[in-house]
């Protein structure tokens, strides 16, 4: 059985690493060849918090109970006291944070290197992927909201990093629709305390099977699940993201999308499939189905009208939170098992590009327009961004035609058709938009010249990412045997 | 367990890198090897014909995403082995051919990597049993031919490539719909063994199964209405390439509606309403496809388009051979020939035609003329093309189309609906002669116009004579592949 500190190790490493990095800042900005420097401080707490998940996963595989329940009060306080919840699938998401976060972090490094503080941004960084970990981790509604909040204050700072106008004023949009968001959790928790007199996901889930009226707790939920629909990014809740990623240095918006997006997505899984269960507690199924559709249909036609390649992209995580939503709509294991793939693989094609594009900004290019030809004049940054075109369009063998296939597989699964179709539609216009931006990199002549070719040391993650992409695509049982325990709790006893 | 398939998939999947590291100093050798990795695969394939013949199938199979219930299964019968036989022929025909005919771009690595991306998913497709596997590849071969299109097409090949991509691209994902919803009714991807299982699946998810497959299937093989890619696609591609968009592609799309359609889905709605509207619907489409693409042809001025329109109008042959399959094995088997035949007459008729367009430089038939005193060889071969697709018996496509008709007059002995299709089709033929014979009229006799007209390299020569060769042979041996076809049965 882990005590509480195991459970918090990664978080600790990470975020105490996070600290000492910023102490030594003055230090680190004056070390001879201080990007290098800088990489190995952000790498070495990740392998580190890497190792303690892995002692932690062995003790976790290694007892029978799907679920480990670990709170930090003893039983007559258990109630109220907080706690941590261990299951395949928080251990398989930590994992994904790690992964992604180590690739973008590392990216982060050499991409701010030679910016004034830039010790600051990766100490920033760091703090926020080790409290998202934690976040993982809590068993109750209150932990996890605490947790949520210290991860998304320590990315305000990611954002604002490079002080642009128009970045401070997305962080402001962001920063107004976060409280916001905080604001109706917090009223819904305080609710549903009142009623169950307890934030324990189980307690909670127990006394609203026993309520015989729910309407109390439905509208308590409704209130949490918008709340957690606004981080989430959900249209109509999504107005933030696209000018958040289009604004924030390339480095953060990989990193978000890659790291504070999937912990938002998971955080609805637990809400809606761990707490709500339908129908045994709440049927909203439908109602999310409906939302799902609103998502990718504005993500995609938004991102198809778009000129700025950055700006494209974020709406194409809309249009991936869509595709995720299919999935919960679901609740079936496969739904389950195919959410948990996109978390990974969705992570990494939005990282992926955001690199990229991070790459081709540094080289003076915004625009599709200004992409013209870049497949004669800098090869080796268009071949990335065209195989994670092709894996966002779900063309095989990569690994976002994996995700799609289960995903639709398992919308048809739960019965539901007309979803499965509609997302098919989706994924057909994002062939489209993509296919543009294939076309326009390699069968136009160039319109700008290309005067500096990219900093070698930046394509290092970006293609690290491409083979886990290509890995992935022919070889998804290498995820999907982390998975699929975490599919077996489906459905919740 | 012997590992003839695996090597294969496997040595043609090393292919691409192979090719292009090659290709940088020279074309002639990056075509060199791909033509011998080509050849190799061929071999490795010829070694399952003893099993084949017999009239088993041979398998391997491979753990793979054992989750999805996917087991990597490759498996070839006797359709899947002539079909595939058939497809590297042509494929070397068409490197052979590259050589000298994108001589003037260049250096052409890419492009001899790009069809070495093209033969693993043309390839693929025809040797695999597993759903899942089969869209692997399906989908494979669009990306090669995008980039091949678009870079080395004629005018306005961007458009045309994007046209091409997104049209079949949403046929396939209406197949992954029906791969989804077979994997969610019988949990199973074995195309053999999901076959068995779905005969016990509700009936209306089976209709809707059949529904997503074949419409996906039929927009690869261009079937009116869904056909509005392919007269741009094939007309602009590069001659080499679209011998193998004409001639192994879209014969692709008829083999997964022969395996999938027919074969997997349709037996569990035999009998039904159902299944006999959707038979006869299939019927009708292709004999409207027939004719469509028979007029569009004699109503073209170029060169590529009514060749173009011609393999619509011979995927309407195929249509309607497939969707007699049930009542009568003639009409079946005549159309899995037809397949063959036409994979080869046509990529045949598509070489001369690139080599006409070399030699000359014009496209517009009408500005063509006489060209038979300048290039000999180009028009005997193009004639033996012409002649097969017109249906004369002596040359590949007679036999596939005279068992086709016959076996429509026998099935509808049991349902008289197909009289009047199969009636119609023997008049299409009259139709489809009257176009080819034009095309070869128009270019090779007539008065000579274009004097410069000078005749093709032996490397372009070559490739042709071998596949008119192969015309004829299967023109007078047609059990060659028949009997293989019928073994697999």
């Known amino acids: 059985m882990p005590t509480v500190l195991e459970l918090l190790m990664p978080t600790a490493i990470l975020a105490g690493a996070g600290v000492a990095i910023a102490l030594l800042t003055p230090l680190i900005e004056r070390a001879p060849g201080r990007e290098r420097l800088l990489t190995a401080l952000v790498a070495a707490p990740f392998l580190a918090s890497l190792v303690s998940i892995i002692n932690l996963g062995r003790s976790y595989y290694s007892q029978q109970s799907p679920f480990l329940n670990v709170s930090i009060a003893g039983q007559p306080y258990l109630a109220s006291s907080s706690s941590f919840l261990v299951d395949a699938m928080s251990i398989y998401m930590v994992v994904v944070y790690l992964f992604l976060g180590f690739i973008s972090c590392i990216y982060g490094a050499l991409y701010m290197g030679r910016h004034r503080f830039s010790p600051m941004y990766c100490a920033l960084a760091l703090t926020t992927v080790g409290f998202l970990i934690a976040g993982t981790f809590s068993g109750d509604l209150l932990t996890l909201f605490i947790f949520w909040e210290i991860a998304t204050t320590a990315s305000y700072g990611l954002i604002v990093f490079e002080k642009k106008p128009e970045s401070l004023e997305a962080c402001l949009k962001f920063l107004i629709m976060i409280v916001l968001g905080s604001g109706l959790i917090v009223y819904g928790l305080s609710i549903v305390y009142g009623l169950t007199g307890s934030l324990n996901f189980w307690a909670v889930r127990s006394a609203l099977i026993a309520e015989p009226d729910k309407r109390m707790l439905i509208t308590a939920f409704t209130f949490i699940a918008s709340g957690y629909a606004i981080e989430a990014a959900i249209v109509p809740f999504h107005m933030w993201l696209p000018d958040v990623y289009t604004a924030s240095p390339a480095s953060t918006s990989a990193l978000m999308s890659a790291v504070m997006d999937q912990a938002s997505y998971y955080v609805l899984i637990r809400v809606l499939i761990y707490i709500l269960t339908p129908p045994a507690v709440v049927n909203w199924v439908q109602a999310l189905a409906v939302f799902s559709v609103i998502t990718m249909t504005t993500g995609n036609l938004f991102a198809l009208v778009q000129d700025n390649v950055k700006r494209m992209i974020s709406y194409v995580c809309i249009a991936d939170i869509g595709y995720n939503l299919i999935a919960i709509t679901s609740v079936t294991p496969l739904g389950v098992e195919g959410n948990l793939f996109f978390f990974l693989t969705g992570g990494s094609m939005t990282a992926l590009s955001f690199m990229c594009i991070g790459l081709l900004n540094r080289m003076g290019f915004e625009t599709l327009e200004d992409l013209s030809g870049i497949g004669s004049t800098s090869l080796r940054t268009a071949l990335p961004l065209t195989i994670v075109a092709l894996s966002f369009s779900g063309i095989p063998p990569l690994a976002g035609f994996i995700a799609k296939y289960m995903i639709f597989t398992a919308a048809i699964e739960a019965n539901m058709w007309w979803l499965a179709v509609i997302g098919v539609v989706n994924s057909v216009i994002e062939t489209g938009y993509f296919l543009r931006l294939i076309h326009v990199m390699f069968f136009r002549t160039p319109k700008k010249d290309v005067k500096t070719q990219p900093q070698v040391n930046l394509l290092i993650p970006i293609y690290a990412l491409v083979v886990e992409l290509i890995v992935l695509g022919a070889c998804p049982s290498a995820a999907l045997a982390l998975i699929s325990p975490a599919a077996r709790q489906i459905p919740i006893p | ?489």
């Open chain 2, 1 to 489: 367990m012997s590992y003839a398939l695996s090597a294969m998939l496997l040595l043609t999947t090393l292919s691409p890198p192979l090719v292009y590291i090659v290709g940088r100093r020279s074309n002639k050798a990056a075509a060199g090897v791909l033509c011998a990795i080509l050849a190799a695969d061929a071999f490795l394939l010829l070694t399952t014909l003893p099993t084949v013949a017999a009239g088993d199938s041979y398998t391997e199979s491979y753990y793979w995403i054992p989750i999805l219930g996917s087991i990597f299964t490759l498996f070839v019968d006797g359709t899947s082995l002539s079909l595939s036989i058939v497809t590297l022929a042509l494929m070397i025909a068409a490197t052979v051919f590259s050589t000298r005919y994108l001589e003037s771009e260049g250096n052409n690595a890419s492009y001899y990597a790009f069809l070495g991306f093209l033969a693993v998913g043309l390839v693929g497709v025809f040797v695999t049993s597993c759903l899942l596997a089969f869209y692997f590849f399906w989908e494979l071969m669009l990306i090669p031919s995008y980039f091949i299109i678009a870079k080395w097409g004629y005018s306005d090949a961007h458009r045309v490539a994007f046209k091409f991509f997104i049209f079949t691209h949403a046929g396939a994902v209406l197949v992954i719909l029906g791969i989804g919803a077979t994997f969610m009714t019988t949990n199973t991807l074995d195309m053999l063994q999901a076959g068995t299982l779905l005969l016990g699946v509700p009936d209306e998810t089976v209709r809707l199964i059949l529904i997503f497959f074949t419409i996906g299937f039929a927009v690869k093989m261009a079937i009116v209405p869904l056909h509005m890619w392919l007269p741009d696609a094939h007309s602009e591609a590069p001659a080499p390439m679209s011998a193998l968009l004409s001639g192994v592609i879209i014969e692709a799309g008829g083999y997964a509606i022969f395996r999938i359609s027919m074969r997997m889905v349709y037996p569990a709605v035999a009998g039904t309403w159902y299944g006999t509207d959707f038979l006869h619907a299939l019927t009708l489409l292709g004999v409207f496809s027939a004719y469509y693409g028979a007029l569009n042809a004699l109503a073209s001025e170029d060169i590529k388009r009514i060749i173009a329109y011609s393999s619509i109008s011979h995927m309407g042959y195929a249509l309607f051979g497939l969707s007699l399959l049930s009542t009568s094995t003639v009409a079946g088997s005549g159309a899995l020939l037809h397949l063959v035949n036409h994979a080869v007459s046509k990529g045949l008729f598509f070489l001369t035609a690139g080599s006409v367009m070399r030699g000359t430089g014009v496209r517009d038939v009408r500005r063509l003329g006489g060209l038979a005193s300048k290039m000999p060889v180009t028009a005997v071969c193009s004639a033996i093309a012409a002649f097969s697709i017109a249906g004369t018996p002596g040359f590949a496509c007679f036999m596939s189309e005279f068992l086709m008709l016959i076996g429509g007059f026998q099935s509808a002995n049991l349902d008289s609906f197909d009289l009047i299709p199969s009636a119609l089709m023997v008049v299409a033929t009259v139709l489809c002669a009257a176009y080819a014979l034009r095309l070869f009229w128009k270019v090779f006799l007539e008065k000579l116009q274009v004097e410069k007209a000078r005749e093709a390299p032996v490397a372009m020569l070559a490739p042709m004579i071998i596949l008119a060769g192969l015309v004829i042979l299967l023109g007078v041996w047609p059990r060659l592949f028949l009997d293989l076809i019928v073994a697999g049965k």
